[in-house]
């Protein structure tokens, strides 16, 4: 959904012949038009080494990246010389608009200016100024788009600059039946007054917070968008200094209000360029020396060291386990209860999600604005989500501002006032939200696939989006949220994860005071936990049906959305790590056997993979890939070999093995790099009651892995020939094809 919009949007903003003025990706007339032979002159224009920028980050000293990199790349040729490119901001002095229409499920509308490049000193602030205007509760458009005048589910901006040129976009996607007109000019008086008076000084001092807060978590990483590597890279790519984002950082900290108001006058008074996406209307028709022979050995990784996680008790009971490690000043604690979404009564289907979201909604002491407005002043994120075994309420707080962002995580935990109006808000947007669903293939495949593969009766037979249905969302009351908040979010149903710079000495006080005096325990008669989770306990494995496949219709679909599933043993079953390491050589990776099969040789899926789920009652095995719609039939019968051939006649080999192990143990220093990282491995510790040590003991159990005891456990658990296949895609293109193959009966579901 949405994705012309792109295309028309840089078009009208850019000139013919900007860089900018055609997306990055291309088009399919492009890629169609190109031959190999320009994509190996492409090759050999840009992929030189005085073109490229190269950052080595992590446990290695200078000299030794230094070796290493001349070593490797050193006999690279620098390639042919390129110019760098002027800034060209291209900036306009007039309104423009566009209209379109596309199979989308809400109208959305963009408005975009175009504005100086990254490192430039206006650019940053304008990121500021996007950060008032509509990010967070606290901003000004969310304030009156979503919270008071209830015209939109969503808006937010967001400056994005680029090497020549810029964009400030805000992007608003409004309730049906809302006026376009109306949020537009919502959004016509919030800049007008902000054009005249710029940001308040509790304005200013909370988005700087905020930012600060984001930049020094995202630099805890060394990979990934945000971290070491990537900030370092693309300092150095923009402005040939790579340790320019701490000047960036001070300049974010000396920002005034004169300043933003300066800019935002400046690039946000004239020249927007509006589009405007609506749905479609339906219609219904009557009837150097170094050898490239072969990749570098690796050298020896260092293995995966983690202290084993101190567990203790407060006063009331409330069980706390802590991880105590200091790479940032950052702590990160989350509150875990046995209960998520499977807890749900089948016609209250959402209402551990609900209960969670509207958690921060506002609470006997504070509305949900002040709530955003203490938590960006004191650089804290206070999040909550359900997930099908367990709901979770998580804290990152800055060390220096923990007592006070800890009392307010507490405020949010255990005295949410779930007001009746914000709950009419979020009820709305939830079913605006089940309808994005009901228009995604992968979402509509993981509403209607598990009913199916449990059935309709099994607390694991709902959609897997946590989401229910429009008719479950619409009944839910404010009465079931304080039912289900004071059933499940009890102390003898919780534990308490905390990682940071921390020992138990010091954080237990400051816990005993905050939360100590909480006696909420689950209640003995009308257990809701205890009745809803019975029937998943691990030994609880539903009777899995013969093969079938089911078909649901999205006309004009280029795409067909595979999703196969059988159900599997419980993740607390012992031989857990076996099947998903043989699920991993199957179908977990690039490198799998599925993804290699229909990406890389037949080249019918732009990706292809197993998944498996963890859950404490039986868990499924998914196949899931995204195929061309004319291929679809024959994807399924892909698939299909593949996975019998795995317990027949191609079983996994001692290779594939041996790579999959080692990329496994190599990647497990790195995985845990992030204390959020480390708290959810407590997370899973906790959910699946597995030992404290666990990490350590799954790293050896999967070192001593062999092929004779994988075998076993896929020709036992592996049941190609029993798996339910759920089709989205254009049924007038893929139904002849699919009951052509006889693969397995088949059947149409209607929406």
Known sequence: PYGKAQYLQLAAMFPEGHPYSWSTIGSMADLDAASLDDVKQWFADYYGAANATLVVAGDISGADALEKVKHYFGDIEAGPSQS???????????????????????????????????GDEESLALD???????????????????YDEKLASSVTAAQQGFEIAGMFEVEVYLKPGAKMAAVEAIIDEEFEQFL???????????????????????????????????????????????????????????????????AARKWLSSGDYNLE???????????????????????????????????????????????????????????????????????????ASMTAAMLDEGTDSLTALQIAEQAELLGANISAHASLDSSIVSLSALNVNLDASLALFVDVLLA??????????????????????ESTPSSIALRRLPPILYGANHPYGIPFTGSGYQTTVASIERSDLLA??????????????????????????????????????????????????????????????????????????????????????????????KLDMASDILGGSFTSRINMNLREDKGWAYGARTITIDALGARPLLYYAPV??????????????EASEYGGVNPPNDAELSRFK??????????????????????????FNRPLDYLTVSQQQVSSLTIADLLPVINEQIHPEQTIWLVVGDLKTIEPAVRAANIAPVIVLEE
């Open 628 to 641: 061309q719609s004319d291929k679809t039939a024959e994807s399924l019968r892909e698939l299909l070999r």
């Open 416 to 437: 949410p006032a779930f007001p009746e109006a914000q709950l009419a808000r979020v009820k709305s947007n939830w079913q605006d939200r089940i309808a994005q669903e």
């Open 84 to 118: 760098k490119r002027e800034r060209w901001v291209a900036k306009h002095s007039e309104s423009r608009r566009d209209v379109m229409y596309d199979k989308v499920p809400q109208s959305r509308l963009t408005r975009a200016w175009n504005t100086p490049p990254f």
């Open 128 to 146: 500021l100024v996007a950060a008032i205007m509509a990010q967070g509760k606290s901003s000004r458009l969310f304030k009156r788009l979503v």
């Open 662 to 687: 080692s990329s496994f143990i190599r990647s497990l220093p790195g995985k845990f790099e992030t204390n959020g990282a480390v708290l959810g491995a407590l997370a899973e510790i906790v959910e």
């Open 196 to 262: 005249k008076k710029g940001p308040s000084k509790a304005e200013l001092q909370r988005v700087k917070a905020t930012l600060f807060a984001a930049q020094i978590r995202a630099l805890e990483k060394i990979g990934g968008f945000g971290g070491k590597a990537q900030t370092l890279a693309r300092y150095q790519t923009y402005l040939g200094d790579p340790s320019q984002f701490k000047a960036d950082l001070q300049r974010l900290e000396n920002f005034s209000r004169k300043d933003l108001k300066a």
């Open 484 to 577: 289900f908040h004071e059933a499940h979010f009890s102390v003898d149903n919780a534990t308490l994860m905390i990682v940071g710079a921390t020992t138990e000495a010091e954080i237990k006080p400051l816990l005993e005071g905050h939360l100590g005096a909480w006696k909420n325990f689950l209640p003995t008669a009308d257990n809701l936990h205890a009745s809803a989770l019975t029937s998943v306990q691990p030994e609880a494995t539903p009777p899995t049906s013969e093969a079938v496949i089911y078909l649901i219709d999205k006309p004009g679909s280029p795409q067909s959305l595979i999703l196969g599933g059988q159900l599997l043993p419980a993740t607390a079953w012992p031989d857990t790590y």
């Open 277 to 351: 996406v609506h749905p479609e209307k339906t219609y219904t028709a009557a009837a150097t020396g170094a050898d490239r022979s072969a990749l570098p050995s690796p050298g020896n990784v260092p293995s995966l060291s983690l202290d084993t996680p101190t567990e203790f008790f407060l006063s009331n009971g409330l069980r706390v386990l802590l991880s105590s490690r200091g790479a940032v000043p950052v702590t990160e604690m989350a509150m875990q209860f046995n209960s998520g979404y499977a807890a749900d009564k089948k016609d209250k289907l959402g209402l």
